[in-house]
């Protein structure tokens, strides 16, 4: 079991930037690939960061360049900076841990936190 916890979402002008951290507790936080979601108003939730157990990360197109993902496993905590923000990025933004053992899939989310990009 993983609870994730998000911080560090607000309102922020275009051109701005934000630190979103997700805490994680419970299970070996290391063994995960973490990864940051966001869901728009009418939209359907899309991937935007993924970072494996191993450190490699992925970027949705729209992000990349603006966008870093990290992770720091002593701290159990992942990271997302987002920089050059633009009204676009506006949406929940939400934590998500995965893991694939074997024919076992463990999947958790945090609570999501909201970012607001004003033009």
């Known amino acids: 079991q993983v609870q994730l916890v998000e911080s560090g979402g607000g309102l922020v002008q275009a051109g701005g930037s934000l630190r979103l951290s997700c805490a994680a507790s419970g299970s070996i936080f290391s063994t995960y690939a973490m990864g940051w979601y966001r869901q728009a108003p009418g939209k359907q939730r899309e991937l935007v960061a993924l970072i494996t157990y191993g450190g490699s990360t992925n970027y949705t197109d729209s992000v990349k360049g603006r966008f870093t993902i990290s992770r720091d496993n002593a701290k159990n905590t992942v990271y997302l900076q987002m920089n050059s923000l633009k009204p676009e990025d506006t949406a929940v933004y939400y934590c998500?841990?995965?893991?694939?053992?074997?024919?076992?899939?463990?999947?958790?989310w945090g609570q999501g936190t909201q970012v607001t990009v004003s033009s």
């Open positions: 998500n841990a995965e893991k694939v053992t074997g024919i076992w899939r463990y999947n958790y």
